[in-house]
């Protein structure tokens, strides 16, 4: 079964932030499970999970609240990686879901940008969407969230960006979109890559500086003489 869905797509697809916006204005309680989400979005259901995930990565968050966003991510590639015909999650994370408001916040954030961009979005390139670049897409994703789990200020937002622009091209079926999120994901593992060397070698460099203070001071290990016992 394909993964990525092969529902037949309407002439005008409704922009995913609409979606969210009917699922947010339903009868219901305020905390959706992520299995009661996919649902809602049919079709849409993996490309619509890794741009929702990957699009509140990308919102202002507390400090290590990224990495729990990045475990659902990771359970959704996984899946993707292996074909399931629908996404399943673990317990705890089905119960702790997603709140209407925080989609609320999402659509806020998204919907704007989504209506001006969305006509350049259409099915082409079908080679790059379909069920064999779908599991590759998912083992992408997977990588890119190991990445954005890891717990260092903005580490996530450019693995994050990389997951949204892939979801999208799910969404829409587009092939060249693929292609773009593809070259993205490589330029966020090698700007990762050189935030951490720049990272560690500003570390170096102040660790050194210190040291250098301290021996100019005398307080230094070489400027204290050693204690010497009673003579």
């Known amino acids: 079964m394909d993964i990525a869905g092969d529902q037949p797509r309407p002439s005008r697809m409704l922009p995913l932030s609409q979606r969210l916006a009917q699922i947010i204005a339903e009868d219901g309680p305020d905390r959706l499970s992520f299995s009661d989400l996919a649902a809602q979005l049919h079709a849409r259901a993996w490309g619509g999970l890794l741009l929702i995930f990957g699009a509140i ?112 091209a799910l969404i829409y079926r587009d092939g060249a979109l693929a292609i773009v999120a593809a070259v993205a994901a490589g330029f966020s593992l090698v700007l990762n890559v050189l935030i951490i060397t720049t990272g560690v070698l500003a570390l170096t460099y102040v660790a050194g500086m210190l040291a250098f203070i301290l021996d100019a001071l005398g307080l230094g290990t070489g400027g204290i003489a050693p204690i010497s016992g009673p003579s």
Not at 77 to 83: F, N, T, Y
Not at 98 to 121: P, S
Request: net charge positive; aromatic share 10%.
């Open 57 to 168: 990565d990308l919102l202002p968050l507390p400090p290590l609240t990224s990495v729990f966003f990045a475990l659902p991510m990771l359970v959704v590639s996984a899946q993707m990686v292996i074909g399931r015909p629908a996404p399943w999650f673990p317990r705890k994370l089905e119960q702790r879901g997603v709140t209407k408001q925080e989609l609320g916040r999402l659509v806020g954030k998204m919907a704007w940008l989504e209506l001006r961009i969305e006509r350049i979005f259409k099915p082409r390139i079908s080679t790059f969407t379909g069920p064999v670049a779908t599991r590759i897409i998912g083992g992408l994703c997977f990588l890119l969230a190991l990445v954005a789990a890891v717990p260092i200020p903005m580490f996530h937002f450019a693995p994050a960006a990389a997951i949204v622009l892939f979801g999208l």
